[in-house]
């Protein structure tokens, strides 16, 4: 009767472990992305939701809405007639909230503000693509700041987001630098948030409290523009070589619930990188045209001719901010290496 009652328990157990390891293998399943077999056979989104801000850092998005390139490319995919909505938001803060609520499908924006939703997510939302490598500027009005030492309660720098834009930070690592570790915050109580042609219009109309703007293209050389206007500093000056400026970061369920569109994502930025770099004519009418901005063509196409300027979906330095994030304690985890906060598709 023993025996019996010990084999009986064996049974039991041996079921409730099986039970236990297929119930734990469905839920990876459902976790990790689906062979091509199944991904043929689920239906994909046929609508999409991108968001990018202002600058000439984002023009391969523009790219991508002007000629209608993931259009075209999901149809040559079989995908058949998906529709992109295109959103712009003024700073990265807005854009993480956007991806979080689910009301987009991709964000555009810094390093640093989607390396904190990578660290606030845990993962769940990473990188899709590098955007571009361009430095960051910081202009300025007061003829007294020459570095970022010179800077007192008596300016304004505006910034797209306060404590978290690439911009913001980027002034964090300068302040460091300058006035050492303890004090990388020192300069935070005098930026203002506002979002690029409300600092520019600020900066040169001598009407308002901003005196110095840290920003982008074709921003900055508009400003320079202006005699009262100089540049104070790059973001290549701080940390001595380019860097990736911003990002297409989604959702761990888009990414995974989307294989094919996700390649043709890609594949379409790939695209517009390569036009972009043939065409700097036609890419500065088309900026002009799809983000309706009166600048002259010949400054438009003046900033694609700049070396410092380039487009790519691959990554460079983004250690530069994520090692940063991580002593001063904005982010909990480290990424050993920048792999680690992309989804693998663009390196494939």
Do not use: C
């Amino acid at each position: 009767m023993k025996q019996k009652t010990v084999s009986g328990m064996r049974g039991v157990l041996v079921l409730f472990f099986t039970l236990a390891v297929v119930s734990g293998l469905s839920a990876r399943a459902q976790k990790e992305p689906v062979g091509p077999s199944e991904a043929a056979a689920k239906e994909e989104q046929k609508e999409l939701r991108i968001s990018k801000q202002y600058g000439i850092n984002y023009l391969p998005l523009i790219v991508l809405e002007g000629h209608k390139l993931i259009e075209k490319n999901a149809q040559e995919a079989g995908l058949g007639a998906v529709k992109v909505q295109w959103l712009t938001f003024g700073g990265g803060a807005t854009a993480n909230d956007a991806l979080l609520s689910g009301n987009v499908d991709l964000i555009s924006g810094g390093v640093a503000p989607a390396l904190i939703l990578w660290d606030k997510t845990k993962g769940a939302a990473k990188f899709l693509a590098a955007l571009d490598r361009s430095p960051l500027i910081l202009n300025s009005t007061n003829p007294d700041v020459k570095s970022i030492r010179d800077f007192s309660e008596k300016d304004k720098i505006a910034v797209p987001s306060v404590k978290v834009s690439i911009q913001a930070l980027t002034l964090q690592i300068a302040a460091a630098k300058a006035f050492g570790q303890e004090h990388y915050d020192r300069i935070d109580p005098w930026t203002v948030a506002l979002p690029h042609p409300d600092a520019l219009v600020a900066l040169t109309s001598g009407k308002s409290e901003i005196t110095a703007h840290f920003t982008n293209e074709p921003f900055a050389s508009i400003e320079q523009q202006h005699p009262q206007v100089h540049q104070v500093f790059r973001s290549y000056d701080v940390f001595g070589s380019p860097h990736t400026a911003n990002l297409v970061t989604t959702s761990e369920g888009f990414y995974h619930n989307n294989p094919r569109l996700v390649s043709v994502i890609i594949e379409s930025l790939n695209e517009a990188d390569a036009w972009i770099q043939a065409n700097k004519h036609e890419a500065a009418l088309l900026y002009l045209s799809v983000t309706n901005s009166s600048e002259p063509v010949e400054l438009i196409e003046k900033i694609l001719h700049n070396p410092d300027i380039t487009y790519t979906t691959k990554p460079l330095n983004l250690q530069y901010y994520s090692d940063f994030l991580y002593e001063v304690g904005t982010i909990s985890t480290k990424p050993e290496k920048q792999e680690d906060l992309f989804f693998p598709k663009v390196f494939e």
